[in-house]
């Protein structure tokens, strides 16, 4: 029979990651999204669970905008208007007014000369980090960035790679400097906001760092930030880590239309020359469908809520609910590690205990991720609870009770 030697190695290695807790296991069925209702937030309905309604705690729709009439509508209307997908890659079949427009006010938003969408964020990084690598660069890394900078330096291949501990400056300088008289071009490369932590880069620190040590480079030092998880959701008007931190613009900023901005794909913005030559040299761009019009309109609209008054109403309703459940899991005695990003993650340092939990809160009602080892480094496995501002007070209310009430079992 054809494939059965491989199908039984493919199997044994599933068998294994299932024997070491490392499987992901199967995945949820949403069958039905019931909107807000009272003081209940949305509510989601799941295959084989019968009308057992959920609390959704492991979403990256921080502003909630998934539901919002307006977005739909734009969805809606742009997809009766051009249809349902794209026909072919944008260099054959041309491209549309909503992709253009999404550019353009994404690169304002943003205060860049120029901005593309990708099809999705991990391809904006890929497809950046790849193209912008060559045998002269040196790339130096954040050591807890995300899977999809990771492979982009693996598929890269550099002049050389440094890795840095989790936010240490010191070392990050080290790197530079060492890579100076052999590289011509340094990159240096982190997430804005660390998905499985929610803390974020010091990018203050980084941009006095590599302007510091961009004499010594012809090429420059370029400063790469993918802060996918923080527009949208983190600084006073959700630009996220750069505004935060009152950074100087990164040389080359990665963000994504899939969270906050509740569509899909990803982005990036920044000085013109830079995107007309990713435009010419990425082959996740070149090669893959951009996402549809009526996505592009969608992401249109929600970026257009997000850059107004009721934007700014959401991100003060997210920072509210985020610090209610914050002092509500410190005041039970659990772990935390503290901060104004929406994702709040219960440190259990256990895949046991991490196992337990997932599992009592699914049978409260809620549904939340457990993040173990490869995910995350041995001792630090957690539950990543991600606050929305479509979340109600009582909805929070009802996760702490559930929690509390496993604390008590246990």
Do not use: C
Not at 63 to 72: D, F, M, Q, R, T
Not at 91 to 101: A, D, K, L, R, S
Not at 319 to 341: C, F, K
Request: charged share 25%.
């Amino acid at each position: 029979m054809p494939l059965d030697r491989l199908v039984s190695t493919l199997d044994r290695h599933v068998t294994t990651l299932e024997q070491q807790g490392t499987a992901k296991g199967r995945e949820v069925v949403v069958r039905e999204v019931l909107g807000p209702e009272g003081r209940r937030g949305p509510r989601y309905l799941l295959e084989g669970e019968g009308d057992r309604s959920f609390i959704r705690m492991n979403s990256n729709s921080y502003l909630g905008l998934a539901l919002h009439p307006e977005v739909i509508h734009a969805e809606e209307a742009t997809a009766q208007a051009m249809g349902t997908g794209p026909g072919a890659v944008r260099f054959i079949v041309g491209t549309h007014t909503p992709h253009v427009e999404l550019e353009r006010e994404l690169a304002a938003f943003h205060g860049r000369d120029e901005g593309m969408i990708f099809s999705s964020a991990y391809a904006a990084v890929v497809g950046t980090l790849v193209a912008l690598t060559d045998p002269t660069t040196a790339v130096i890394s954040d050591e807890l960035n995300h899977n999809s900078i990771i492979n982009a330096i693996r598929l890269s291949r550099p002049l050389g790679k440094a890795v840095y501990p989790h936010l240490d400056m010191a070392a990050l300088d080290r790197a530079i400097a060492d890579a100076k008289g052999r590289a011509r071009r340094a990159i240096v490369v982190t997430d804005g906001i660390f998905s499985m932590r929610g803390d974020h880069a010091p990018l203050d620190e980084i941009m006095d760092i590599a302007i510091r040590h961009d004499g010594g480079f012809p090429e420059n030092v370029v400063v790469v930030v993918d802060d996918s998880h923080g527009v949208g959701a983190f600084g006073p008007s959700g630009r996220g880590t750069e505004e935060y931190t009152g950074s100087p613009p990164a040389d080359v900023l990665i963000g994504t239309l899939g969270k906050a901005l509740a569509v899909n794909g990803g982005y990036v913005v920044s000085r013109r020359p830079v995107v007309r030559f990713l435009r010419e040299t990425s082959p996740f761009y070149i090669y893959s469908n951009p996402i549809t019009a009526a996505e592009a309109a969608a992401a249109l609209a929600a970026l257009r809520i997000l850059d107004s008054a009721e934007g700014h109403e959401l991100l003060g309703r997210l920072r509210d609910l985020t610090a209610r459940l914050e002092n509500g899991l410190v005041s039970l005695g659990y772990e935390i590690i503290p901060g104004e990003h929406p994702i709040v993650p219960l440190m259990l340092r256990d895949t046991d205990e991490t196992r337990r939990l997932v599992s009592a809160l699914f049978e409260g009602g809620v549904l939340a991720t457990g993040l173990a080892y490869p995910v995350v480094p041995r001792g630090d496995e957690e539950i990543r609870l991600q606050v929305n501002a479509d979340h109600t007070g009582a909805d929070i209310d009802h996760v702490l009770a559930v929690l509390s009430s496993a604390r008590r079992r246990a």
